[in-house]
T-cell receptor
Framework: KNQVEQSPQSLIILEGKNCTLQ??????????LRWYKQDTGRGPVSLTI?????NTKSNGRYTATLDADTKQSSLHITASQLSDSASYIC??????????FGAGTQVVVTP | ETGVTQSPTHLIKTRGQQVTLRCSSQ?????VSWYQQALGQGPQFIFQ???????GRGNFPPRFSGLQFPNYSSELNVNALELDDSALYLC????????????FGPGTRLTVL
């Protein structure tokens, strides 16, 4: 059964600081690992998509890493801004195009 | 904005009723996926439509059904609503292919009383 687990469940950081979110996945047959940002009551917005051959991918202040051997991924947010307050969802994609979503990490950035 | 639209934005129904949710996909996309997202949880896959045919289904009962039209827009129908069906329903459009990005609409918030 495909599963994606994220940690921490939530975190609070000061504006300007960095943070790292973690993701462990079990997806078979594995194809890709995605990170989405979801504002409250809105649809998720894609941040990064990585295939098994990619180790890192950046999108502005967001940097995702992937270790396909240990089935772990992380999302690093640099110099956080108030607008970064959102839920960050890790998603494993299989070779059939089906996505398995994690429960998300709720990030709150405070002034 | 992703170019994916959903209607209505909010809906209130009572237990036992039926509901139809609509989704217009992004131009050039032939695949639509539907998800149910309960409060505080990640989206759960309901089903996917590719060129008007169902192309995969998650662990949802048959009272969840769908359609895709020749213009690739889509409907999600839920019969015999239950209280636990209260959730945010998301549709996502994409081109065919396992690596292709899915673009999500803003969702429909369904409340079942």
């Amino acid at each position: 059964k495909n599963q994606v687990e994220q940690s921490p469940q939530s975190l609070i950081i000061l504006e300007g600081k960095n943070c790292t979110l973690q993701c462990n996945y079990t997806v078979s047959p594995f194809s890709n690992l995605r990170w989405y940002k979801q504002d409250t009551g809105r649809g998720p917005v894609s941040l990064t998509i990585m295939t098994f051959s990619e180790n890192t991918k950046s999108n502005g202040r967001y940097t995702a890493t992937l270790d396909a051997d240990t089935k772990q991924s992380s999302l690093h947010i640099t110099a956080s801004q108030l607008s970064d307050s959102a839920s960050y969802i890790c998603v494993g994609g299989d070779s059939w195009g089906k996505l398995q979503f994690g429960a998300g990490t709720q990030v709150v950035v405070t002034p | 904005e992703t170019g994916v639209t959903q209607s209505p934005t909010h809906l209130i129904k009572t237990r036992g009723q039926q509901v139809t949710l609509r989704c217009s996909s992004q131009s050039g996309h032939n695949t639509v996926s539907w998800y149910q997202q309960a409060l505080g949880q990640g989206p759960q896959f309901i089903f996917q439509y590719y060129r008007e045919e169902e192309n995969g289904r998650g662990n949802f009962p048959p009272r969840f059904s769908g359609l895709q039209f020749p213009n690739y827009s889509s409907e999600l129908n839920v019969n015999a609503l239950e209280l636990d069906d209260s959730a945010l329903y998301l549709c996502a459009s994409s081109s065919a292919g396992s690596h292709n990005e899915q673009f999500f609409g803003p969702g429909t918030r369904l409340t079942v009383l």
